[in-house]
């Protein structure tokens, strides 16, 4: 996928949404509209996946035998699919030196810039998804569930990026504290399925990230 197919798939209003943004006026609005079109020549979304096997364990799911994450959560999230996919997913490295340096300039496109970053990398992942039904046409698909949501632990990133290559084919490395970086990364797991499958939404109570996470704080939700 390239750079200018994920930006036109960002909603003004998610980057609005992401900013923090509550009384929305024109103004607002053009600024967002153009951070979208201004990272479009910047970001580099790149994106590595495996489909794998599963196999349910007392200590979690076990991925092609040899990952193994945690969490009762995504046992029942997949409970049905024989297989998943892993994916990661990264906007690289320039967007994030971009951000730093807008910061310097002027903080409130800074801002607008990162929200439209964030909405960039959700919607790289949207298209994913979209390649992923194409490429298993009979299958349905679970929601998409990451390291930090419900019991699943931050800390399985680097297990789940090393068993993807991901550092070495896409450059996305974890810190020591379970942090992606490049910062504008997710890292994902959508359950294959060949009978039709409950919709279910990640639940802000039951989320990891919930106690830090901007959205909540301000009575918000992710979204996703």
């Known amino acids: 996928m390239t750079a200018q197919e994920v930006c036109a798939r960002i909603q003004i209003s998610e980057v609005l949404r992401y900013a923090g943004c509550r009384a929305i006026d024109e103004k607002m609005k053009s600024a967002a509209g153009m951070c979208i079109e201004e990272i479009s020549s910047v970001i580099r979304p790149r994106m590595i996946s495996k489909t794998c096997r599963i196999v349910h364990t007392p ?3 076990l991925f092609d035998d040899t990952l193994l994450i945690p969490g009762n959560d995504l046992v029942r ?3 049905g699919c024989e297989q998943a996919v892993l994916f990661a997913a990264t906007l690289s490295a320039q967007i994030d030196t971009y951000i730093r340096k807008a910061e310097i300039l002027d903080l409130s496109h800074a801002l607008f810039l990162d929200s439209s970053a964030t909405a960039a990398v959700e919607a790289a992942c949207d298209l994913f998804e979209e390649e992923i039904k ?10 998409r569930y990451s390291p930090g949501y419900g019991d699943v632990p ?8 090393s068993f993807l290559d991901a550092p070495r084919k896409i450059g996305l490395c974890a810190t020591a504290s379970s942090i992606l970086t490049p910062r504008k990364s997710v890292t994902a797991i959508i359950g294959l399925s060949k009978t039709v499958q409950p919709q279910k939404r990640r639940s802000c109570e039951t989320c990891n990230l919930r106690e830090r996470c901007q959205f909540h704080q301000k009575g918000d939700f992710c979204g996703r």
């Open 134 to 143: 194409e490429q298993y046409p009979s299958m349905t698909l679970t929601m």
């Open 59 to 61: 200590q979690g799911s």
């Open 77 to 79: 999230l997949l409970n």
């Open 154 to 161: 931050i800390g399985v990133q680097e297990a789940f990026l």
